[in-house]
């Protein structure tokens, strides 16, 4: 895993909205740009921002980079709750 890829992707992504825009538009040629491995590259590509928080991610960086891709706050908050949610189904 390359914590720090995913990180310097996000940050890139919420300093710069002509980056937010293309990874919106066409995430494809974004990505070759970053040293992912399979489950991080999967984890942006749907934008499982529960994922990524597992993965370590700071969930300050998280929220600044889902808002600049279009997430509103509560949108934002559900995602990073999700894991919550399917464990307290299960019980």
């Given at each position: 895993?390359?914590?720090y890829?995913?990180?310097?992707?996000?940050?890139?992504?919420?300093?710069?909205a002509?980056?937010?825009?293309?990874?919106?538009t066409?995430?494809?040629?974004?990505l070759?740009?970053?040293?992912?491995?399979?489950?991080?590259?999967?984890?942006?590509?749907?934008?499982s921002?529960?994922?990524?928080?597992?993965?370590?991610?700071?969930?300050?960086?998280?929220?600044?980079?889902?808002?600049a891709?279009g997430?509103?706050?509560?949108?934002?908050?559900?995602?990073?709750?999700?894991?919550?949610?399917?464990?307290?189904?299960?019980?």
């Amino acid at each position: 895993m390359s914590q720090y890829e995913v990180s310097r992707l996000l940050r890139d992504i919420a300093r710069d909205a002509a980056l937010a825009r293309r990874c919106r538009t066409d995430l494809g040629s974004v990505l070759p740009n970053y040293k992912l491995d399979d489950a991080e590259t999967e984890a942006i590509r749907n934008w499982s921002v529960r994922s990524l928080y597992d993965m370590g991610i700071n969930p300050l960086l998280l929220l600044t980079s889902s808002m600049a891709m279009g997430t509103n706050i509560r949108a934002y908050i559900a995602a990073l709750n999700q894991k919550d949610e399917v464990r307290t189904q299960k019980a």
